[in-house]
């Protein structure tokens, strides 16, 4: 499996980012889907997923601000995170967790949120 983030980039404080994640490979395998995020200094954390099942979940972080989507027909995965704070910067990365435990990760795409 392979996965390839889209978006990102420089950001007003207050403004919105809307990140994607499209999946290719063996993706029959894949599970769920999930964007996680990795400030400076600080341990890589999760945003939001969307699980096997369907079901959407954002981190209270993010919760209230956050939509997280996945389109099984495009093999996508879309992030939009609205009301961006300073401590929305970092590194985000798309996540894949496959059959037989197996974890996938995108390379990360720099958020950088500026007052």
């Known amino acids: 499996v392979q996965l390839q983030a889209s978006g990102g980039g420089l950001v007003q404080v207050g403004g919105s980012l809307s990140l994607s994640c499209a999946a290719s490979?063996?993706?029959?395998?894949?599970?769920?889907m999930g964007w996680y995020r990795q400030a400076l200094g600080k341990q890589r954390e999760l945003v939001a997923l969307?699980?096997?099942?369907?079901?959407?979940h954002c981190e209270d972080s993010v919760k209230g601000r956050c939509t997280i989507s996945r389109d099984n027909t495009k093999n996508t995965l879309d992030l939009q995170i609205f009301n961006l704070k300073p401590e929305d910067t970092g590194l985000y990365y798309c996540h894949a967790w496959a059959m037989g435990g197996i974890d996938y990760w995108g390379e990360g795409t720099l958020v950088t949120v500026s007052s």
């Open positions: 969307v699980s096997a099942s369907g079901t959407s």
């Open positions: 490979g063996s993706i029959f395998s894949i599970n769920g």
